[in-house]
């Protein structure tokens, strides 16, 4: 027994030592279940190692999760596919499987307010997370361009570069909404050429290319970074209603129907109050 105990202790230190936290928690009850069940050394010890495996996959997709600062409630669960049409259903399959970040390819969705660009685009990049462990940012394009500008004013621009190039996507949202001044759209050109076949950019906007030119300010500047974006890219157009609008009809359309009922309601009770106040006078 002393000498059982004696192999537990230095097994547990070693396995602390080797940093498997997972293994050095499970050890003795896979081993008893290795001795009732017979099995042998390899699927004794195959058996701990998919426990440390698996603890420890779910820990590197919650950090990435956290890292990525996308809105987890905009999955893909909670996104109406069936309001997209069947071409950007197609591209929305092909873009989940994440062969495009292999080819640092780029993702632009162009549509009107409400039709759920930014929806789509943080589903895809929370699946890629948890589904294919790959490392995905989420940056409105006004507070990117404001941490560009406080690094290049503190001097660390390529330190911000090199922390952003840890991520295989960084998904922009919003890029044209609020306008920048020239400064701004030189430094989020300046990363765009950083990004350049080297990741993936994911991209929603309301302003078709044609206007792009109020982002960028000149007709070069602007050019060149659409050039560099479309050479490698696959562009979303969600050419639909707003999904906000449509609800808030419905949810119009819901209340006056309730409102509708309770007034027919109403008018009821008052027709049979009154044909009882008729009746009594006559018998009076």
């Known amino acids: 027994m002393e000498r059982k105990h004696d192999i537990g202790s230095e097994l547990t230190r070693g396995l602390k030592e080797l940093h498997l936290p997972t293994m050095r928690q499970c050890y003795e009850e896979v081993a008893r279940q290795a001795e009732q069940e017979a099995l042998s050394h390899e699927r004794f010890f195959l058996e701990l190692v998919r426990r440390e495996l698996e603890v420890r996959r779910a820990k590197r997709i919650e950090r990435y999760l956290r890292e990525s600062k996308l809105p987890l409630e905009k999955n893909i669960e909670a996104f109406d596919m069936n309001r997209l049409p069947r071409k950007v259903i197609q591209q929305t399959r092909t873009l989940l ?6 080819r640092t390819e780029c993702v632009l969705a162009f549509g009107n307010p409400g ?3 930014t929806h789509l685009l943080c589903a895809i990049g929370q699946h890629l997370i948890r589904d294919r ?5 989420f940056a409105s394009a006004s507070l990117l361009v404001q941490e560009l500008l ?5 001097l660390k621009l390529s330190r911000l570069f090199k922390r952003l190039s840890k991520f295989e996507a960084i998904l922009i949202d919003d ?3 609020v306008q920048q001044n020239r400064e701004e759209m030189e430094l989020l050109f300046t990363l765009l ?3 350049y076949e080297k990741g993936s950019v994911m991209i929603t906007s309301n302003l078709p290319f044609s206007k792009w030119e109020r982002i960028f300010k ?4 602007t050019a060149a970074a659409i050039d560099r974006l479309i ?3 696959v562009i979303i157009e969600l050419n639909i209603p707003s999904y906000r609008l449509e609800h808030h009809r419905k949810d119009r359309g819901g209340q006056k129907g309730t409102s509708r009922s309770k007034g027919t309601k109403n008018s009821t009770l008052a027709r049979k109050k009154e044909g009882k106040k008729k009746s009594t006078k006559l018998r009076a």
């Not at 406080?150 to 503190?154: M, V």
């Open 97 to 102: 499987e994440g062969h495009f970040l292999d």
């Open 115 to 117: 039709t759920g660009k």
């Open 133 to 137: 462990e790959r490392r995905v940012l």
């Open 150 to 154: 406080i690094a290049k004013r503190d």
């Open 175 to 177: 890029i044209g909404y």
């Open 193 to 195: 050429g950083e990004r």
């Open 218 to 221: 000149d007709p070069m500047t």
């Open 231 to 233: 050479h490698h890219s």
